[in-house]
């Protein structure tokens, strides 16, 4: 355990960790090598004598700076999010459709193709003959409810 009190070993391996947060992301590492350079500096001014307290240093160390500044940094940093429609719904409706089985009058169910697929499609009561466009209103179970 020779090397576990070498102040240049610490803070070799310190500065490598802080390096390689710019090849691994995540925030994570660079905190693991801070908190070595803290440990060689603490071996350095004699604060710590033996290897048990600096790899108890080193842990605890690492943990607090990882709680505490964590969010902090990517609060400050960002990174790539973004928030897309989750509700597939919101996408076809006004969308415009082709019949291809003649819709109505009243509640008699039809056929439209919508995306490449043929769907059941319900009106708003009147009829909709097949070859017409009609644009969808909504959705009603597996039927898509549609008018001109």
Avoid at 80 to 93: F, G, Q
């Amino acid at each position: 355990m020779e090397y576990a009190n070498d102040v240049t070993a610490w803070a070799c391996i310190g500065v490598l960790l802080v390096i390689a947060e710019l090849v691994i992301p995540g925030g994570i590492v660079v905190f693991l090598g801070t908190s070595a350079l803290v440990v060689a500096a603490t071996l350095q001014f004699g604060i710590i004598d033996n290897w048990m307290h600096a790899f108890t240093l080193w842990f605890i160390l690492s943990i607090v700076l990882l709680l505490l500044f964590r969010n902090l940094g990517q609060s400050m940093v960002g990174g790539d999010s973004r928030v897309d429609n989750t509700d597939e719904e919101l996408d076809v409706y006004g969308k415009q459709v082709r019949v291809i089985a003649t819709i109505g009058p009243g509640n008699k169910k039809g056929r439209i193709e919508f995306q490449g697929t043929e769907w059941s499609a319900l009106g708003d009561g009147s009829e909709i003959k097949a070859g017409e466009t009609a644009k969808i209103v909504c959705r009603e179970n597996i039927s898509y409810v549609v008018e001109r």
